[in-house]
Structures are given as C-alpha cells and as structure tokens.
C-alpha cells in the first residue's frame, strides 16, 4: 500500500470493504433463492446440486480427491453426499484402477438425465437473476472477477 496520501488509501481501502461486502451478500441473496427453488423444484439441496454439477461436467467421473479440490471443500464434506447419491441410484463409487484405495465418482444414466434437467431449470434461474444487468456490464463483471481471482492467487 502508498502510504503517501493516507486519506486516499484509507477511501480506497473503504471501498473495497464495500464491494466485498455487497458482493456477499449478494451471493448469499442468490444462493437463498436457489436453495429455496432446488428444494421445491427437485427435492434437493444446494450442495448435492454442486456434486452433481461437478460429475455431469465430467462424463468420466472424478475421484473424491478430485471432487472435493474441484468444490474446494473437504473429502469428508463430499463424502455423505456421495453416499446418498450412490444410495438413491443416481452415482456410482468404483476402485480406481490405478490405485484400489481411490474411488471414481460417476452419474449413472438417472443422475445425468436428473441433473440434465436441474441444469436446464437452473440456467433459466440465473439467467432470470442477471436480467436486469446490461450485457456490457455482465462482460465487465465477469472481467472483474477473474481479476479478483488472479489478485487472490486463484487464478484459473
């Protein structure tokens, strides 16, 4: 930081505390309103949704190492999930070839045409919540937050 015009520091420091905390709760607004329509939609929740977003996205499947990296949460959090995935028929756990102590997580034919539908759902949520945002300023955000990322060391 340029400790040579400390008001200006502090007013950019200011605004900065105030972009983080709008776009918290912005976040937190958004995700309500999709836990409230994944429950009444498809009986589910926000974080099955993840796991399952994250396997459709990877016909192959993933290990719970990779799963757990890919939503940066722990293998325990995944875990559970997992578990009533695999029970309620709609992933399947297999030993990696590579390494029998490893798992591969994938959708079976039920969870990809479950999930399928969910995205499809989902896409119109979003997009319903970004409507009224000018599309050069949806370019601009999205410029933004792969700035911010970089900024934190997150780049992808």
Do not use: Y
Not at 69 to 92: E, H, K
């Amino acid at each position: 930081m340029n400790m040579a015009d400390p008001v200006e520091d502090r007013e950019l420091a200011r605004q900065r505390l105030r972009l983080w905390v709008s776009m918290l709760k912005s976040v937190r607004s958004i995700e309500t309103e999709l836990r409230g329509r994944l429950r009444s939609s498809f009986d589910t929740t926000l974080p099955r949704f993840d796991v399952l977003a994250a396997l459709h996205a990877a016909p192959q499947g993933l290990t719970m190492t990779d799963l757990s990296q890919q939503l940066m949460v722990s293998n325990g959090n995944v875990t559970g999930i997992v578990d009533r995935l695999v029970a309620d028929g709609m992933a399947l756990r297999q030993n990696e070839e590579t390494d029998r102590r490893a798992f591969r997580i994938s959708l079976t034919e039920a969870g990809r045409a479950k999930m399928t539908e969910m995205l499809e759902e989902h896409h119109g949520w979003i997009d319903e919540f970004f409507a009224g945002i000018p599309e050069h300023d949806l370019a601009r955000g999205i410029a933004i937050m792969m700035d911010l990322r970089h900024s934190c060391g997150r780049a992808v």
